[in-house]
């Protein structure tokens, strides 16, 4: 029998993190104008609202009022499917990242701001977000357009080479520090010193990078890949299909940034303060988490994109190689119980 | 016939027409004001000089109107010589020729203008102000004359002794005062007025109802046939961006009319575009007549047809020869034969063109079997007929509404005009394109073939009377069902 | 034929990761840098004795229109932007235009109609708003063309002096 406090401090916390996603997500488009405006001379978004905050609300707005648009021999239902498709995993999967250390309210502890607590963390956040290709394929298999299905199996080419780098650098961490527990994953990095990103740097290197193709961002995104595809994927859909792809996109680039910080540095814990109070352990997580989501907008703004062909090389003949090398040194170092970086790290 | 060289090029020549003449039919370029083929040569405007060697004797530059080709003659019109010296009668013209090209009329069909331009010399050498004369002198309803830019060509002049023949204008006055002007400012007479516009080579003489419409080369030109009498003058029709008829010109054709044409014909545009136009068609409904489509229409009139079987087809003088044959192929499915309304010919008949018969394709018709019937015996047969269709245009106007309205109620009428007539008789009106609307031709008096040209788009949903017989006889059925259909 | 050979990458180059980081420190520079952005409606646009508005006629002292309705601007005209129908008028100069139009749709600020005008009596004003809600408002008629000859002053000076240019001899 679960207490109603119990059931509204869960209710709160849905509310507080959905909600929240939902915002980072409309506040990375504006985010990403203002920042590529500034990187270019430029001023950006500034009519609506102050400093043009209010510009998500106002695409926001457009986006349902314009015309929703349906190519002719479009597959009816997967083509209305698909957009739900893409969005959803991420928000499935924003369930298992615990933001921040145990609540304490006057005195009284309300667990971890995290709305499951799962002990496969790792293993359900995988297995979802994999699944968010298939929104990407499915949308452009389903418009009916050449284009459209060109940036479908290019993602769907680009998803299952790079999510192997990925999970192999994960499966490191997680030979680290022996769970599969994101909250775990994040308790065991409380000071500084024991961030996984000094015992993998490595692995952190190439999960960064992989972490850009599995949301298909610049310089990976070839789904959409304006110059040779018109929009990819996207290219046949309009109004709120056609946002719901932008905020699956955003969204899974904000959990995506969570589980980098969950696992490389540290979640909540905040540098040199191991005794720190919940809320300024969850701003530092906001902050981490920050940190990554600006690396995914600079990044698109400075670099420009791959050849197809030379991202299929970089993620087959160099990334999966040093990915395994990593796991296997990183294996031979802790069946041999030689953690050099958990003494290091206790030192500071 | 006597042979001549010109710019080295043997040529034949007649020897009684002047030496422009045969350079003109061999396509060598001479230009000409005052001289005119339809017209005495005077040589007064001295530009059509060419270099002429005749024997062993130098060349001299001679003006080629007046000069007449001789046996062995060699005419150079290129050589430096005849340029120069064309070059200088051009620069006397223009001495007192007022730059007022953006508000002349004849500006870009201006043959003053072409030759300036050909001969390139853009600055005048005078430092006088140019003679001030005035320039809007009226001379009668027709034409208005300016007086600065007449270059004294004196072809209007000609005009009226040679080809009316009843002088009325003259040159009066001398030296750089020298007008044109009529007998003590007389207003000009006669109906051949229109012609002196035409043959002005610069902006002098123009039409008061053409004055200031249109820019020349907005007009879109096309060869047609005037329908005002039976004698057909080949014609020139100009159209400004596809809506108005702006003036109707003679074009050159020796067999009917030489150069020239009537004022009738001339300014026999306002039927032409005229407004209130019928687009589309309209079909008898409880109340009235209402607007219906072009093929429900159609239907109604070949319901009205059957119903009656007996019909009458009272036709427009104006019916094209071709759209004339459709009919009466049509006709036969009812067993009779289309008549055309000829109305009575007028006062208008002179010795020069106009034949005083209003009917432009009276031999057309004639000669298809479509026989004539005077206004009167055409109403009398509409009064003894129960079902009339009236067919071409103005047809309504040449029988006259009055007619159709003193028939008993009980008659079944159908027009197809480019009017409509709302009477209770009538069952349907079909619209259909006029004479600048549709092609075809029409057979003057003396046999010649007039093409008539579509020279504007019709009305939206106004077809051609042969579109719409071909429609009628498409949805009719043919003639063994209707003979089954009596029996 | 030339064979360009490609540049031989340095390890570090091959490595991409410095040169990432170079360009990443670049751009994180350009963000602190002063914008050029003009912001329109509120900072003017900069016009200066080239700008060529939109063409407008000219009327004179004595509120005549200058115009005489000859159709060269409307023959110049390579969009077909222009329609004029002329009449005649008691004034002196005998004609003058009934109708006006310039289709400002279809008006592409090329200037030829002001060459082309043997009256001077019309030239690229310096008005380059242009926003209406139809098509049909933006076909506009004499009375919204016309202007007095002081407020096209400017460009009336600087077109002749342009002609002057170019018809004094060059002095090489």
């Known amino acids: 029998m679960i207490a109603w406090q119990d059931l509204l401090v869960m209710v709160l916390k849905i509310a507080l993190i959905f909600g929240g996603l939902i915002n980072v997500g409309a506040l990375m488009t504006l985010a990403e104008r203002k920042f590529s405006a500034w990187m270019q001379y430029r001023i950006g978004p500034n009519r609506v609202g102050p400093w043009g905050l209010l510009q998500p609300l106002a695409d926001g707005v457009k986006f349902i009022f314009k015309e929703s648009l349906m190519p002719d021999g479009a597959n009816k239902a997967l083509f209305r499917f698909a957009p739900v498709i893409a969005a959803l995993p991420a928000f499935m999967t924003i369930a298992v990242i615990p933001f921040s250390n145990d609540i304490v309210i006057a005195g ?42 060109m940036g479908g199996l290019r993602a769907s080419a680009q998803m299952i080479s790079y999510e192997l780098t990925l999970i192999l650098t994960i499966l490191a961490v997680i030979a680290l520090s022996g769970t599969l527990n994101l909250a775990e994953i994040s308790d065991g990095q409380a000071t500084i010193g024991t961030w996984n990103i000094w015992s993998q740097p490595l692995g952190f290197m190439l999960f960064v990078i992989a972490m850009f193709a599995e949301t298909n961002r610049h310089p990976f995104d070839f789904a959409e890949c304006e110059a040779e595809l018109v929009a990819g994927f996207h290219t046949e859909y309009s109004a709120m299909k056609f946002a719901l792809f932008f905020l699956g996109e955003y969204s899974a680039m904000t959990v995506i940034s969570c589980l980098a910080t969950v696992l490389f540095l540290g979640g909540p814990s905040v540098p040199f303060w191991v005794d720190a109070p919940w809320y300024v352990g969850f701003g530092a997580f906001i902050a981490k988490t920050s940190m990554f989501l600006f690396l995914f907008i600079w990044v698109r703004w400075t670099l420009p994109r791959f050849r197809f062909d030379q991202l299929m090389g970089l993620g087959w003949k160099v990334m999966l190689p040093l990915a395994l090398f990593n796991l296997f040194v990183t294996g031979v170092f802790v069946s041999l119980g030689w953690n050099l970086w958990a003494k290091l790290g206790s030192l500071i | 016939m006597v042979k001549i060289t010109v710019n080295g090029q043997q040529i034949e020549a007649d020897p009684k027409k002047p030496l422009i003449h045969a350079c003109h039919t061999h396509d060598v370029d001479v230009p000409m004001y005052c001289y005119h083929p339809g017209l005495s040569p005077v040589g007064s405007c001295r530009i059509c000089q060419v270099e002429v ?90 034409i208005v004359l300016d007086e600065e830019r007449c270059i004294l060509c004196s072809r209007c002049v000609r005009f009226f002794e040679e080809i009316p023949k009843q002088a009325q204008l003259t040159v009066s006055d001398l030296g750089s005062r020298s007008v044109i002007s009529t007998f003590m400012d007389k207003p000009l007479k006669g109906k ?60 050159e054709n020796l067999d009917v009319n030489g150069w020239w044409i009537c004022d009738i014909g001339r300014f026999a545009f306002s039927h032409i575009n005229a407004p209130n136009r019928l687009e ?20 109604a009139v070949r319901d009205m047809m059957m119903r009656h079987k007996e019909v009458l087809f009272l036709v427009s003088p104006w019916l094209t020869v071709e759209e004339g044959q459709k009919l009466l192929d049509y006709s036969k499915r009812f067993g009779s034969k289309p008549i055309f309304v000829s109305p009575e010919h007028n ?48 047809i309504v106007e040449l029988i006259g509404a009055s007619a159709v309205e003193a028939l008993p109620h009980a008659t079944s009428v159908a027009v197809f005009d480019c009017h409509a007539l709302d009477l209770p008789q009538v069952q349907a009106c079909v619209g259909i394109a006029n004479s600048a609307e549709r092609t075809g031709t029409w057979v003057n008096i003396d046999g010649v073939k007039g093409p008539i040209a579509a020279v504007k788009p019709t009305p939206r949903n106004v077809r051609a009377l042969e579109r719409h017989l071909d429609d009628l006889v498409k949805l009719s059925p043919s003639t063994e069902s209707m003979g089954a259909r009596a029996r | 034929m030339v064979i360009v050979k490609r540049k031989e990458l340095s390890f570090a ?12 420190s670049i751009t994180f520079r350009k963000m602190f840098e002063p914008k050029v952005t003009r912001q329109y409606p509120e900072e003017a646009l900069i016009k200066t004795d080239v700008t060529r508005g939109q063409p407008r006629l000219v009327v004179n002292e004595d509120n005549s229109i200058a115009c005489v309705s000859c159709g060269l601007c409307e023959a110049a005209c390579p969009a077909y932007a222009i329609t004029i129908d002329g009449g005649e008028t008691e004034r002196e100069i005998e004609r003058e235009p009934k109708r006006f139009d310039i289709d400002m749709l279809r008006c592409i600020l090329c200037g030829f109609c002001e060459e ?57």
């Not at chain 2, 008898?284 to 239907?299: F, H, K, M, Q, T």
């Open chain 1, 108 to 149: 009284k502890n309300y667990g971890k701001l995290a709305i499951a607590d799962l002990d496969i963390g790792v293993l359900f956040l995988l297995a979802i977000g994999g699944l968010s290709v298939y929104g990407v394929i499915l949308g452009g298999w389903a418009s009916n357009s050449k284009f459209s299905l």
């Open chain 2, 53 to 142: 060697k005749q024997g062993e004797a130098p060349g001299r530059v001679m003006v080629a109107c007046r000069t007449y080709p001789a046996e062995g003659m060699v005419v150079d019109t290129e050589s430096p010589k005849a340029h120069e010296t064309r070059r200088e009668c051009l620069e006397f013209l223009l001495k007192n020729h007022p730059l007022d090209c953006p508000i002349c009329d004849k500006a870009g069909e201006c043959d003053l203008q072409d030759f300036t331009y050909a001969e390139g010399q853009a600055a005048g050498r005078t430092h006088e102000p140019r003679r001030p004369l005035e320039k809007r002198k009226s001379l009668g309803d027709t």
């Open chain 2, 280 to 299: 589309g068609s309209l079909v008898r409904e409880v109340p009235g007549l209402s607007i219906a489509r072009n093929e429900d229409a159609l239907c």
């Open chain 3, 116 to 172: 082309a005008c043997p009256k001077d009596a019309i030239y690229m004003s310096d008005e380059l708003e242009l926003a209406d809600y139809s098509r049909e408002a933006l076909i506009y008629d004499m009375d919204k063309l016309k202007r007095p000859k002081k407020a096209l002053q400017d460009r009336i000076d600087y077109v002749n002096r342009i002609n002057d240019r170019w018809q004094t001899p060059s002095s090489t």
């Open chain 3, 13 to 24: 180059e091959q490595l991409y990761i410095p040169e990432i980081l170079r360009g990443l």
């Open chain 2, 192 to 251: 051949y007025q229109g012609n002196i516009a035409d043959l002005c080579p610069v902006g002098a003489l123009t039409l008061t109802k053409f004055r200031f419409q249109a820019r020349v080369w907005n007009l879109t030109k096309m060869a047609s046939t005037c329908g005002e009498c039976s004698r057909g003058c080949s014609t020139t029709v100009e159209v400004l961006r596809g809506s108005d008829v702006k003036r109707i010109r003679p074009r």
């Open chain 2, 347 to 394: 006062s208008e008949k002179d010795t020069v063109l106009h034949t005083g018969d209003p009917c432009p394709n009276r031999r057309g018709l004639t000669e298809l079997g479509i026989e004539g019937l005077p206004q009167k015996a055409a109403i009398e047969r509409m009064q003894k007929s129960k079902c009339i269709v009236l067919l071409g245009e103005r």
